[in-house]
């Protein structure tokens, strides 16, 4: 009898010993593991969670379209993107990609710097207002209260709704507010 119950602790210990060598093994023979982590840490937040059903937000009404990259890169590269999937709900002025060519050569390139995020972030926030207002409806106002913590004029020459010197050329609702598409980049004033 002693040997049985000797000889099943010596098979338990065994199949112990072998689970906790093949788990140490699977983490070590990973090699991957570290940087998939690495890059999750880099890519965390609301912006980067896959959602296919769900009325695409004003972060992915900008990434689809090919006349708002320079918009997306100027976004990516202030580090913005979670701020523009909250909940909302957000009115984006989105300038084209032809009106950041009218900046003056050398404008967006050297924005797009690490060292200038700040003053990148700070002009894209001049282009978020909080609410959902239609083109239409935007006409009742005089100037908006931009995320920058800056106001902006609003103005209207018969049916066009200009914000700043931009105008408002089309309108696209989003999940979590609206883009309003605009012809120029609007620069906040100096203070």
């Known amino acids: 009898m002693k040997s049985i119950t000797n000889f099943k602790i010596f098979v338990g210990f065994c199949l112990l010993l072998g689970l906790a060598l093949s788990c140490k093994g699977e983490a070590k023979s990973d090699p991957k593991t ?17 959602d296919d059903e769900a009325t695409p937000n004003v972060l992915n009404i900008a990434m689809g379209s090919e006349d708002h990259t320079t918009l ?31 900046l003056p050569d050398g404008t967006v390139e050297n924005l797009l710097k690490p060292e200038n995020k700040d003053a990148l972030a700070n002009i894209l926030k001049y282009h978020v207002t909080p609410g959902k207002y239609s083109k239409d409806f935007l006409k009742k106002f005089q100037k908006l209260g931009q995320a920058n913590n800056q106001d902006v004029s ?19 609702p989003a999940g ?3 883009v309003h598409v605009v012809d120029k980049v609007l620069l906040p004033p100096e203070e």
């Open 34 to 50: 570290p940087e998939v982590e690495a890059q999750e840490v880099t890519k965390q937040g609301q912006a980067f969670i896959k």
């Open 72 to 102: 997306v890169a100027a976004v990516q590269a202030a580090e913005l993107e979670n701020a523009l999937v909250n909940a909302g709900p957000l009115m984006v002025f989105a300038p084209t990609n032809a009106a950041f060519d009218e």
């Open 154 to 172: 609003v103005s209207t020459e018969g049916d066009d709704v200009f914000i700043g010197e931009a105008r408002i050329v089309a309108s696209i």
């Open 176 to 178: 979590n507010g609206i």
